[in-house]
């Protein structure tokens, strides 16, 4: 079994994956991030690079805590929402962790919310957390 979190480098995801390592930690789980991004041609080789160095400091964190975990970049073209309930649903994953952050109804209706998706479909709990 596993914990699953979703991370991007901002303040809710970064929130996302303190809880989620506080909560493998208590459980003794391995802990699974896994940063997605639907790649094409808006995903360039320096924002490519930028994210790897960002997810080598995440490594590197989780290392120094001496957590067993897993660190997953997924540019394969699906929404985050589908990377992270597949990875989950591969895991057995005890639940997902994922980062809120405030959205205007119009946001969500244009750009839709990945992690409205994930709360609805994922066959796991879901835990929500909103940056510090």
């Known amino acids: ?25 208590l459980r003794g789980t391995k802990l699974v991030v896994i940063s997605s991004h639907r ?3 808006d995903f ?26 897993e660190v997953r970049q997924l540019v394969r073209g699906n929404d985050p929402a589908e990377d992270l309930i597949s990875v989950a649903e591969e895991e057995k994953a ?9 959205r205007s109804p119009v946001g969500k209706l244009i750009l839709g919310s990945n992690a409205q998706r994930i709360l609805l479909d994922a066959s796991c709990p879901v835990l929500a957390v909103k940056g510090d």
């Open 39 to 41: 790649g094409g041609k």
């Open 94 to 102: 005890d639940f997902i962790v994922i980062g809120l952050r405030r």
């Open 44 to 69: 360039d080789a320096n924002e490519a690079s930028q994210f790897e160095t960002e997810l080598e400091r995440v490594q590197s964190m989780l290392e120094d805590k001496g957590l067993e975990h």
């Open 1 to 25: 079994m596993a914990i699953v979190v979703g991370y991007v480098a901002t303040k809710e995801g970064r929130a996302a994956l303190k809880r989620a390592a506080d909560e493998c930690v």
